[in-house]
């Protein structure tokens, strides 16, 4: 079972892969992009990691992130022009088959958490599977060629750009801090302040550094890595706390965080300018109530869902 | 010297507040920390290759964007406005419930959506405003607070709902980085804490949206 896992897994890698090949050729086609060969470039080495990844020395692997790295400091990684979807097509097929088009999504979600729940495939190979089966269904049920599917998955790729491989680097981030022990000095450093064994403390603890520190970074993916292993693991999980619970509820703590800083500015600072508000901070001033009852919800029921 | 290693965390955290380029601020992040810890140069490529190479599968999201592309492209937006301009006769606030009621939904099919462009500015917004004025004309600061309130609905229902799909980025990142730390956890488990999580915020909106509801009709 385990091999045949595996044997998907690198196969929708590959798949991946293929799928950052088509940004790459497309971003280089893209005349306007000022960016283009530095963007192409960037899909390309990702396009080699996730294909072939697999097969090539771990040090080049580094090497080649590093690359991926500076492309992006030097501001050679753009977006460029994408085209826009023609309203025609949507209002006709919306005319033909109605909310029907929801189908492929609603199969999609249903379909991979079923997997997940009751085969032994597993959560990862679900999504896959699931992602295929969709796709199939969706081109069936909006007449698509395999053409507009090409069109489709790089206009999407592309779009998503740099932002969609950043939850894997922060991954990476992780496995770099444990493997210099950052964890263990974190907890080391706070334990000096606060003390070890405490179950409601921890908790209290590790949900509000996830807000602060969300809140300071304006991003709960980054702060997750680093708070999680400096205080979710040594405060809450070595004491006993179950690891689903408190990594799930920990995430969202962190999202309290987000809804009450202005440096998250594509949810709290964007619609101010879209809107034309007066007041730039109006929108975190409404979500405040929310956020700070949602951090007390988190703290709550960590405390009795974990222990 | 121990504590030098914390350094990294320092980058990170001041490379986003500044907001720097965030990959480059995250492969910095990494190497400071692996240097200052005593690793070496190379074998600093070898755990970044390593670990990046071993968490490909919180990139497995990637897979479900070309059925999102089709459907997108064949209208699935303009089928949702039609589905929300069904709503006539509302309050602002009762509006804002429906939106929040839809948008955890499409977090649960993990339809993403860039709501505040999508769909606040040009949709939900001006149908509150609307529904607003409907008991008399509103003043400066209940016309802003509308619009907040309206961008807010979408931040609540995006952001407590969408560890209820098992394929989105933020779940397979809590469960790749829990297995990276030693702990491995299911993707589904992490959907199932989620759900209470995502119930409560959306009561604690409808007694919210509720009393905003109240006090914007005893202004009149």
């Known amino acids: ?307 | 010297m121990e504590y030098l290693s914390l350094l990294g965390i320092l980058v990170i955290v001041i490379g986003f507040a500044l907001g720097l380029d965030t990959v480059a601020v995250v492969v910095i992040a990494a190497l400071v920390t692996a240097l200052v810890s005593g690793i070496d140069f190379v074998s600093f490529l070898k755990i970044l290759g390593k670990g990046f190479i071993d968490n490909r599968m919180v990139s497995l999201f990637f897979l479900t964007l070309p059925t999102i592309g089709i459907s997108e492209r064949h209208g699935l937006k303009t089928a949702a406005v039609n589905l929300i301009q069904k709503m006539k006769n509302l309050t602002p606030g009762r509006i804002f419930d429906i939106y929040t009621a839809i948008r955890e939904l499409a977090c649960l099919f993990g339809i993403s959506v860039q709501g505040q462009v999508q769909f606040i500015a040009p949709l939900i917004n001006p149908m509150a405003q609307a529904a607003g004025k409907v008991n008399g004309e509103m003043t400066e600061l209940e016309v802003d607070q509308i619009k907040a309130r309206a961008a807010a609905s979408d931040n609540f229902g995006n952001f407590f709902a969408q560890n209820l799909f098992v394929a989105s980025s933020s779940v397979l990142l809590i469960s790749s980085t829990m297995k990276s730390l030693g702990y491995p956890i299911s993707t589904s488990a992490v959907v199932l804490i989620t759900i209470p999580i995502a119930v409560i915020c959306y009561i604690l909106c409808l007694l919210y949206n509720h009393a905003f509801d109240k006090k914007i009709k005893k202004g009149k």
């Open chain 1, 1 to 307: 079972m385990n091999i045949l896992i595996n044997n998907l897994l690198l196969a929708f890698y590959i798949l991946i892969g293929l799928f950052f090949l088509a940004a790459t050729v497309e971003s280089w086609r893209d005349k306007t992009n000022p960016a283009r060969w530095g963007t192409g470039l960037f899909w390309l080495l990702l396009a080699i990691l996730f294909a072939a990844g697999q097969w090539i020395p771990n040090e080049i692997n580094g090497g080649i992130l590093l690359i991926i790295a500076l492309l992006s400091l030097l501001k050679q990684v753009r977006v460029g022009k994408i085209k826009e979807l023609d309203e025609k097509i949507a209002n006709q097929t919306v005319k033909r088959i109605g909310n029907w088009i929801f189908l492929p999504s609603i199969l999609l979600a249903i379909l991979a958490l079923v997997i997940a729940q009751f085969t032994k495939l597993g959560g990862q190979v679900g999504i896959g599977i699931a992602a295929i089966i969709s796709l199939i269904v969706a081109m069936v049920l909006t007449k698509s060629s395999p053409k507009t599917v090409y069109e489709d998955t790089q206009r999407m790729v592309r779009s998503v750009g740099s932002a969609g491989v950043l939850p894997q680097l922060l991954a990476t981030l992780g496995v770099v801090f444990t493997a210099s022990g950052v964890g263990k000095i974190t907890a080391k450093a706070i334990s000096g302040l606060f003390p070890v064994g405490n179950h409601l403390l921890g908790v209290c603890l590790y949900c509000i550094a996830m807000a602060v520190f969300t809140a300071i970074m304006g991003n709960a993916f980054a702060a997750f890595a680093v708070i999680t292993a400096g205080i979710g693991i040594p405060f809450v999980v070595a004491q006993g706390g179950s690891p689903v619970v408190v990594a799930s509820l920990g995430m969202t703590a962190g999202y309290c965080g987000t809804l009450m800083t202005p440096m998250a500015a594509n949810f709290n600072t964007l619609p101010v300018a879209l809107m034309e508000m007066q007041d730039p901070l109006g929108v975190i001033k409404q979500q405040f109530p929310i956020a700070i009852s949602m951090l007390v919800v988190h703290i709550v029921l960590m405390y009795f869902l974990a222990f």
